[in-house]
């Protein structure tokens, strides 16, 4: 019997692949600003379902290999195939290999993902770029690029941009979970999300213009704090204390 606390997150899962399908089908018909929106709606759906698992216990194995699969569609195949038959399809086989990049990229992300989670435990961290991340930063240029520059293609742009969301999804830099929401006092967490709640409300007043800018300084923000991080002197660890018996 399915419990019920599945059904809610699951079927926000489905409505991610579909939306993830519903991009490529708009992709081939040359509707790619369509496209790039419902990536963007389908990464909302894939936030709401972990939040909604979370909320209601409804999280198992199953859902976290039944999102995965859905991810891989929605932020791996629907980007790329949107990219290449937009931005780079006049590359040749060199656009078709670069456009296949951050798909390679994301199902190994997923797969890295799935085989270290340990149960359903909560973290501020991920390690590398997540992947509804790396297809709302390619679907957010290509946004840009529609509404600023008329459609018109800037490849050496896009390339570096397709290379930079696949190098960083594989990558080990921690890039931040999605607050909590919580407004307890003395939370962190709390500044964090609100400060989610005004970036979200610029970026729906301006759309094509704000949310490209918005995706670039939340890489550069975490990028910025992985290399504060590595050049910080490691602080020496004491020596334990072990008494002769131990010894």
């Not at 976290?64 to 569609?73: G, I, M, P, Y």
Request: proline share 5%; glycine share 6%; aromatic share 12%.
């Amino acid at each position: 019997m399915i419990r019920k606390q599945l059904v809610a997150p699951n079927l926000f899962t489905i409505f991610n692949l579909f939306l993830g399908f519903l991009a490529i089908v708009f992709s081939t018909q040359g509707r790619f600003s369509a496209a790039a929106w419902l990536i963007i709606i389908a990464a909302v759906c894939d936030v709401l379902d972990g939040k909604i698992a979370r909320a209601t216990r409804g999280y198992s194995n199953f859902g976290v290999e039944f999102d995965s699969l859905a991810d891989v569609v929605s932020f791996g195949v629907a980007p790329a195939i949107m990219i290449y038959l937009a931005q780079l399809q006049h590359l040749g086989v060199f656009g078709l290999v670069i456009s296949f990049t951050p798909l390679a990229a994301g199902a190994i992300r997923l797969a890295r993902f799935n085989t270290h989670v340990s149960g359903f435990t909560k973290s501020r961290f991920f390690e590398g770029m997540p992947i509804p991340a790396g297809a709302t930063l390619l679907c957010s240029y290509l946004l840009f690029s529609y509404h600023n520059l008329d459609g018109m293609r800037v490849p050496g742009v896009t390339v570096a941009l397709v290379f930079m969301a696949a190098v960083l999804m594989v990558s080990t830099v921690e890039f931040d979970a999605m607050p909590y929401f919580s407004f307890r006092r003395g939370r962190k967490n709390t500044v964090l999300m609100l400060l989610v709640v005004a970036s979200t409300i610029v970026i729906l007043k301006y759309p094509g213009v704000m949310m490209f800018p918005m995706a670039m300084l939340y890489i550069f923000v975490q990028l910025s704090r992985a290399v504060i991080n590595h050049l910080r002197p490691e602080e020496d660890e004491p020596l334990p204390d072990v008494s002769i018996s131990e010894q």
